[in-house]
């Protein structure tokens, strides 16, 4: 049998510890009769038991100078504080504390008082402090003990009952520690708790709700619900010894030094849903033939060890637990086989040190594809007594992530939840049943995100009847679809970084591209038909000697990014502008003429061929024509139009200068190249 490693220690010496025991009495008798013997011929001395004071099987009290008081052997009174532990030996005694104090000073260890293997034994009105264990009570032999009246303040463990039973613990005041009972059966417990929740202890109890508590013990109960707890700080948080078909809920288990939840002596049935289980020395143990338990949707975090299976423990059902950093994830002893997954799709367990990969998908993920669900089992390593690894038994369909769950409410009078597998960290979740959609957010790091919604078919089929879409900042992305007789898986990905996902009933779009002067569309105009969220690209293509300008979206000028992505979230119109392609060509005239067209600025579409003809005044006769610094002499001139440009004539006067004045040619002036 395995048990915590304090209560451990304990029965592993707990045959050696009898034996030593008995060794210790008959050595005693054995003195006994030797004082007795050579008692006239020597004085003989008691010895001191290294500060522990003994209540001896013969009612002494060794040493005899401690401030014990005792005048028939039978009840044993304080008469001042003591500082050194005490060890009973004697059965049917009573010790009277008579308002005084047992106190343990520097380090918190050793036992205030040890009752072990004894019978009918009463402490009353002591006040026992900072002791490992302020009252232990260890063996089959350990029964009718009574302790009541006492103040039992600042030990790790108060009292501690194991293997004992029909034992009375009553009206005492326990202050910053609490009570541990293993196997111990047939006691009453009924005290009162200073500067922390109460231990409920009950016996053979059925159809009760624990409401408030520091500490839970059941034994031999059924049908008990324990749910939305801060289980803290204690030795055992939650203890099951024979209980059955018992709801452990919503509970924070958080930094107790022994476990989180511990079942034993065939606690069978049980469910341990929903919990926060950290900071513990164990997370979880299941032993001694506890069987058919499911632990499930439990977040186990942080622990030296996060679960451990053993002492025959058999069929219980372990997924969709998140396994987080615990020192030692879980491990077994070999005597117990257990079901690690809930089957295929639905899945295993997260595992935080899992290093598998996903690339395949199906039952026995041979499949190309992924689907949230590693390719390979993790191993689960089976662990001797000796602590050594000899084995390992395997979890099938470990989940890629971490698992989210999410209560979306009653459907058809069933509490349904959602879960999602996801490496981003998931909030705002939402389901609004009126406008039929499931919505919230993702964010991680950059790089591959995913999700893995399962959803209840029953709430899949009111919301969309199997006919449904996944949007990522509202555009539809390809997802792999599962079903099973209970719900339905969607997978899909992402790149990282913060993105809004929103499941809705998938339905048809239009997009009515309009007819257009100038150019032309692809896809052509028309109705056009697309599912919500897609993502439709349309390219605008002008005509020769014209250019495309924008786009008109639902009546806006949305820009001229070409192509355009129009997002299908509603019915939109779309319309390509396109514009002629023009230039501008400014004529202009020297004195003594005009042109044909007239001086000035001519806006002409592109590729137009221009005449351009010189009219001389009377008097005056066309001399060249200068465009973009060349020169022409023809007349009229051919412009091809290709560009914004200039055109300017020149004209001569015809009538001769004073003789003596030389005629210039303005031609030779400015040197130009004719044509």
């Given amino acids: 049998m395995i048990l915590p490693e304090g209560i451990k220690t304990e029965h592993r010496k707990y045959n050696k510890d009898m034996n030593m025991s008995r060794t210790l009495i008959l050595a005693t008798f054995s003195m006994i009769l030797l004082i007795g013997m050579l ?58 504390g008579a308002g005084y104090t047992l106190q343990r000073t520097g380090v918190r260890t050793g036992v ?68 541990v009972a293993y196997e111990s059966y047939g006691n009453l417990v009924e005290n009162n708790f200073v500067n922390c929740k109460p231990l409920v202890y009950l016996e053979g109890v059925s159809n009760y709700v624990v409401e408030d508590a520091g500490q839970v013990i ?64 164990c997370g979880m143990w299941l032993e001694t033939f506890s069987n058919n338990n499911s632990i499930f949707g439990n977040n186990i975090t942080n622990n030296s060890h996060g679960i451990f299976l053993g002492g025959g423990s058999r069929s219980n059902r372990i997924f969709h637990n998140n396994f987080m950093r615990n020192t030692q994830q879980t491990d077994s002893d070999g005597t117990s086989v257990n079901s690690w997954d809930d089957g295929y799709p639905s899945g295993g367990n997260y595992w935080s040190d899992y290093n598998g990969t996903d690339s395949l998908k199906g039952p026995y993920q041979n499949l190309t594809g992924s ?148 150019g032309s569309t692809d896809p052509p105009p028309d109705l056009c038909f697309y599912l919500i969220g897609d993502v439709v690209s349309v390219l605008a293509t002008p005509d020769s000697n014209y250019r495309f300008e924008y786009w008109i979206l639902n009546g806006v000028n949305i820009g001229s990014q070409n192509p355009v992505e129009v997002l299908m979230d509603s019915n939109h119109s779309l319309q390509a502008v396109f514009t002629q392609i023009t230039h501008r060509l400014t004529i202009t005239s020297t004195e003594g003429g005009t042109t044909d067209p007239a001086p000035g600025t001519h806006t002409y579409v592109n590729g137009t061929v221009v005449l351009v003809t010189a009219l001389p005044d009377v008097g005056y006769s066309f001399d060249y024509w200068r465009r973009e610094g060349e020169v022409r002499t023809v007349n009229p001139i051919i412009i091809l139009v290709a560009a914004d440009g200039t055109l300017k004539v020149f004209f001569v006067d015809d009538i001769r200068p004073e003789i003596g004045e030389p005629v210039q040619d303005p031609r030779k002036m400015l040197s130009p190249t004719k044509p």
Avoid at 227 to 245: F, R, V
Avoid at 387 to 397: D, L, P, V
Avoid at 499 to 518: A, R
Wanted: include cysteine; proline fraction near 2%.
């Fill in 39 to 96: 008692g006239v011929a020597f004085k003989v001395e008691k010895v001191k038991a290294g500060g522990t004071i003994y209540i001896r099987a013969d009612g002494s009290i060794d040493p005899p100078t401690v401030p014990i008081s005792t005048a028939d052997n039978v009840t044993y009174t304080f008469t001042d504080n003591i500082y050194d532990p005490i060890v009973v030996e004697r059965d049917n005694v009573t010790i009277v």
């Fill in 112 to 179: 205030g008082i040890e009752l072990s293997e004894r019978r009918n034994v009463k402490v009353t009105n002591t006040t026992i402090q900072s002791f490992d264990y302020g009252i232990k009570c260890l063996s089959p032999f350990s029964s009718n003990i009574s302790i009541f009246g006492n103040n039992i303040i600042g030990n790790r463990i108060g009292i501690f009952l194991s293997y004992s039973s029909n034992n009375s613990i009553t009206n005492n005041v326990f202050t910053g520690d609490g009570l």
């Fill in 218 to 281: 059941l034994l031999n109960c059924s049908n008990i619900r324990i749910e939305n707890l801060n289980l803290s700080i204690t030795d055992d948080a939650i203890q099951l010894g024979g209980t059955n078909n018992t709801i452990i809920t919503n509970n924070h288990i958080t930094a107790n030094s022994e476990y989180g939840i511990l079942l034993f002596a065939s606690s069978n049935n049980n469910s341990i849903v929903g919990n926060n289980i950290a900071n513990n020395s």
């Fill in 371 to 518: 689907d949230g669900v590693g390719d390979v089992p993790y191993k689960i390593p089976i662990v001797h007594g000796n602590g050594q690894t000899i084995g390992f038994e395997y979890a099938n369909y470990s989940l890629m992530a971490a698992i989210n769950f999410f209560d979306v409410g009653v459907w058809n009078g069933e509490s349904q939840e959602v879960h999602v597998i996801s490496n981003s960290t998931i909030s705002n979740f939402q389901v609004n049943e009126a406008e039929k959609i499931i919505n919230f957010n993702v964010a991680g790091e950059a790089g591959f995100g995913f999700c893995r919604v399962t959803i209840p078919n029953l709430v899949e089929q009111e919301l969309w009847g199997g006919n449904y879409t996944v949007l990522v900042d509202g555009k539809r992305v390809e997802t792999g679809n599962w079903t099973d007789a209970e719900n339905t898986y969607i997978y899909f990905t992402y790149e990282h970084s913060e993105h809004n996902v929103t499941i809705l009933q998938t339905y048809t779009t239009t997009l009515q591209i309009e007819k257009t002067t100038g």
